[in-house]
């Protein structure tokens, strides 16, 4: 009498087509799971049922696309940590100093011939022009989708950027990042004086000019404030 052949596991081929597709989000991850499924009936079913191989080469692929999203997206968090550290918690410090009228350490930040014409009077009136517009600063967002979209929002306004810079020569250096406001986002560009050294920080001292992007509007310019 033949033996019948094992029937083939469709856990095993469903742990395969989702190892193919480990570049879509959390499939990955899900696919872990089927395989070993898979594995486990194959293994339990006594030669009734095929596919280990199938089942393997889904585990082999959903572990490798797993390992590829998580170190994506631990890049992505510790990323995100040094722009909040670097620039979103500085540029709002520095805002917030001048709407609580700390004006001697707002000038800190700036450069030292730029810091003697920032009068008191002269940087209430530009926070007065933010406030008006976007109301008072506001943390960042601490939460993994809201970061995301908080970044993404200041990316797309950084691009107001592009018209500001041209015709300028030399071209100025401008660091800055997206800050969150009691009505919008706005993205805080800073022009840097030159011969400043490189850095990824809110620059501290070597600050010629700030500017506040907003969708639709023109930059509000700490040298334009009368």
Request: with cysteine; aromatic share 6%; hydrophobic share 45%.
């Amino acid at each position: 009498m033949t033996a019948q052949a094992p029937r083939l596991s469709k856990h095993a081929v469903v742990a395969a087509a989702m190892g193919l597709l480990t570049c879509v989000p959390f499939v990955g991850l899900l696919g872990l799971f089927v395989s070993i499924a898979a594995l486990y009936r194959i293994s339990i079913s006594r030669g009734q049922l095929g596919g280990r191989t199938l089942a393997f080469i889904g585990l082999l692929l959903a572990s490798i696309g797993s390992a590829g999203w998580l170190s994506l997206a631990l890049g992505a968090r510790q990323e995100y940590a040094r722009l909040q550290t670097g620039l979103i918690e500085p540029a709002s410090d520095f805002l917030r100093g001048i709407s609580d009228g700390k004006y001697i350490e707002a000038r800190a930040w700036l450069d030292p011939q730029v810091a003697v014409h920032a009068t008191d009077e002269r940087l209430a009136s530009f926070q007065r022009r933010v406030a008006e517009r976007l109301g008072q600063p506001r943390p960042a967002p601490q939460a993994a989708r809201e970061a995301l979209a908080f970044i993404l929002e200041g990316r797309e306004l950084s691009d107001q950027l592009a018209p500001l810079l041209a015709g300028r020569d030399p071209t100025p250096i401008y660091s800055g990042g997206p800050v969150r406001f009691d009505r919008s986002t706005a993205y805080i560009a800073v022009e840097i004086a030159p011969g400043a050294p490189p850095m990824d920080r809110f620059p501290r001292g070597h600050i010629l000019d700030v500017l506040v992007l907003t969708p639709g509007a023109p930059p509000i310019r700490l040298a334009d404030t009368p």
